[in-house]
């Protein structure tokens, strides 16, 4: 079992930053390969970004690609997004989520956190 809690989101003006965090407990992380998905209100839960178990392969969503960065320290059971020129559109919950696979497919994630809510101000 992995237990996978978000932190870090917030309202941001548009342009502005924000950097989330998953903290895993139980199980280690580098075991999984972990994604970022985010929900909109009334949206289906989307992709966002995910990261291999060594942090080797990375991929994004077209829409965040060159805003946001993923990253990982497994010493630290640790994975982050940094999120950079937010839009009105970023606006969601942001979930964390482990899986065996390196996919970004939600449905075939393992463990999911509750998630964070980011806010972006036009």
């Known amino acids: 079992q992995v237990q996978l809690v978000e932190s870090g989101g917030g309202l941001v003006q548009t342009g502005g930053s924000l950097r989330l965090s998953c903290a895993a407990s139980?199980?280690?992380?580098?075991?999984?390969?972990m994604g970022w998905f985010r929900q909109a209100p009334g949206k289906e839960r989307e992709f966002v970004s995910i990261?291999?178990?060594?942090?080797?392969?990375?991929r994004y969503a077209d829409s965040v690609k060159g805003r946001f960065t993923i990253s990982r320290d497994n010493a630290k059971n640790t994975v982050y997004l940094q999120m950079n020129s937010l839009k009105p559109e970023d606006t969601a919950v942001y979930y964390c989520a482990a899986s065996s696979l390196y996919t970004g497919d939600y449905k075939r994630m393992d463990y999911w956190g509750k998630g964070t809510l980011v806010t972006v101000s036009s």
């Open positions: 139980g199980r280690t992380l580098s075991s999984y390969a």
């Open positions: 990261i291999s178990r060594s942090g080797s392969r990375l």
